[in-house]
């Protein structure tokens, strides 16, 4: 069986849990099939991948167009595929292109659904209406629409109540427990500037509305004054955002000592140590269908603080794993009140900074459910098995 995996994201240029998704489930994927990648971006020397670059004439256009002329190359390369599977808004169109143009079955990976990413229209104007478009019209008439979690699904299934029921599968994310684990070594954080002998609360994540970092900069005004704040964030969505979170980082720097910004991408072998050596790390987000950043801290032994919204209450064991955030939001995916937000992130942070062997107990248990439940094996075995089903190959 051959299977076109389309992707905006792979390695080398991997910025969010998609990317990462796309990269592990290739991985597992080429023990059970013939696995291509088509992705976006510069050549890739690897065997079976392909990429592409925006097409000559569209270079100044909107960016969401430049997007779907990308899309048309791809699915372009489809020909002759048993399955195509897309994954996030930014390759649908070229799985639904391929699906209409040869009659290839076609799998969509709900990641996020822009409906409920109303923000992005400060990022991509007009261009965040054609996403939109992309995504409803990919899933409507998809064989098979793939959610990260249950509450994905939930979300799927509301936000376009045309889809079938039957026709959405839950196959949660997963982690390579192999690579992340526990990493002992402290070069990395002196490299950093991060002191190994304090504790310290780390952000890893993009800097869009969607991670909830400026709420994570609120909340650390109050955090123990001893603890570092370690904030692992590049790749702003817009200038405005990149502005605000920089008046943030360098209020709390006037406030506090020990806060440390790295805005560079890092290479994993860092950021896993970074996560090993935290004493929590805080996922703020107010949107998150499975949070894959949750599982890789988990995965090195670091007690967890996330919100409670989207996929993350299956991943993140309240009580056991970490302790979860509640959020009460409105239409737009923000808190109706931020600054209760902020103080209840900064009340369970707070929580486990003061009680170290509590933190050190849940990162061991999040390391044990790491292991035990998010496989990524079983997940690509799952997803063969749907591919199976759709092609009629009964393997």
């Not at 670059?53 to 909107?62: F, K, M």
């Not at 376009?160 to 002992?184: F, K, L, M, Q, W």
């Not at 967890?304 to 959020?327: C, F, H, N, S």
Request: a negative charge.
């Amino acid at each position: 069986m051959r299977v076109d995996l389309l992707s905006r994201e792979y390695p080398p240029e991997v910025y969010g849990g998609a990317g990462v998704h796309v990269e592990y489930l290739a991985g597992e994927l080429r023990r059970l099939a013939d696995v291509r990648v088509r992705c976006f971006g510069a050549r890739r020397d690897e065997a079976g991948v392909h990429a592409y670059r925006v097409p000559g004439g569209l270079e100044a256009a909107n960016a969401a167009l430049q997007v779907l002329g990308v899309d048309l190359e791809m699915a372009a390369g489809c020909e002759g595929a048993d399955v195509v599977h897309s994954h996030t808004w930014y390759a649908n169109f070229a799985g639904q292109v391929a699906k209409t143009l040869y009659g290839t079955p076609h799998v969509v990976t709900t990641h996020s659904l822009e409906p409920l990413r109303p923000w992005k229209a400060e990022q991509l104007g007009g261009g965040y209406a054609l996403s939109s478009w992309a995504e409803r019209t990919a899933l409507a008439s998809a064989d098979a629409v793939i959610a990260v979690s249950e509450g994905m699904r939930r979300d799927v299934l509301t936000v376009y109540p045309e889809i079938s029921p039957d026709r959405v599968h839950v196959i949660h994310n997963g982690i390579d427990t192999v690579e992340y684990a526990p990493s002992h070594g402290t070069e990395a954080l002196v490299r950093h500037g991060i002191d190994p002998s304090r504790p310290y609360v780390v952000f890893v994540g993009r800097i869009t509305r969607q991670k909830g970092l400026v709420h994570l900069l609120h909340a650390a005004r109050s955090l123990d004054p001893a603890a570092q704040i370690v904030l692992c964030a590049g790749a702003p969505d817009t200038p405005e955002i990149a502005a605000e979170v920089a008046g943030l980082v360098a209020e709390l720097g006037r406030a506090r000592k020990g806060v440390i910004w790295i805005s560079e991408m890092l290479p994993r072998p860092e950021v896993i140590q970074i996560l090993t050596h935290a004493t929590v790390f805080v996922c703020p987000s107010v949107y998150e269908p499975m949070g894959i950043v949750n599982l890789e801290a988990m995965a090195c032994e670091t007690a967890v603080v996330a919100t409670a919204t989207g996929g993350i209450p299956e991943v993140v064991a309240d009580g056991v794993t970490g302790l979860l955030v509640p959020i009460d939001q409105g239409a737009d995916g923000e808190p109706y009140e931020p600054e209760v937000f902020a103080s209840a992130i900064a009340e369970r942070v707070g929580a486990l900074l003061a009680d170290r062997d509590v933190a050190a107990a849940m990162g061991a248990a999040g390391r044990r459910r790491a292991v035990e439940h998010f496989s990524w094996r079983r997940i690509a075995e799952r997803t063969h098995r749907l591919y199976a089903d759709l092609a009629g190959t009964g393997a």
